[in-house]
């Protein structure tokens, strides 16, 4: 059983920064790929961006390629979300969630087996 707790959201003006993290619990946090989701208000969950077991490895949704960094520190079982040049159209709860069962990841909220609370991220324009 993992548990994941996610900080940093926030209200931020359009062009700003914020950094998400999402801290694990358990010992196998290196063996998860870990990823990022959000959803806004009347929207389906999407995916933002995941990294691989040993954070060599990441992928981008293209609404926010070359804006949003994601990277881990296994020693600290945490996973961290840089989003620079936020947009408005980037509100949402963002929710970080763990994949015990792939190495290489999925796109997919259903790819993931633990999920955490979410926190929320405003962009005013």
């Known amino acids: 059983q993992v548990q994941l707790v996610e900080s940093g959201g926030g209200l931020v003006q359009a062009g700003g920064s914020l950094r998400l993290s999402c801290e694990a619990s358990?010992?196998?946090?290196?063996?998860?790929?870990m990823g990022w989701f959000r959803q806004a208000p009347g929207k389906e969950r999407e995916f933002v961006a995941r990294?691989?077991?040993?954070?060599?490895?990441?992928y981008y949704a293209d609404s926010v390629k070359g804006r949003f960094t994601i990277s881990r520190d296994n020693a600290k079982n945490t996973v961290y979300l840089q989003m620079n040049v936020l947009k408005p159209e980037d509100t949402a709860v963002y929710y970080c969630?763990?994949?015990?069962?792939?190495?290489?990841?999925?796109?997919?909220?259903?790819?993931?087996?633990?999920w955490g609370q979410g926190t929320q991220v405003t962009v005013s324009s």
């Open positions: 990294v691989s077991w040993s954070g060599g490895r990441t």
């Open positions: 969630a763990a994949d015990s069962r792939s190495y290489q990841g999925s796109t997919s909220p259903t790819g993931y087996d633990y």
């Open positions: 358990g010992r196998t946090f290196s063996r998860y790929v």
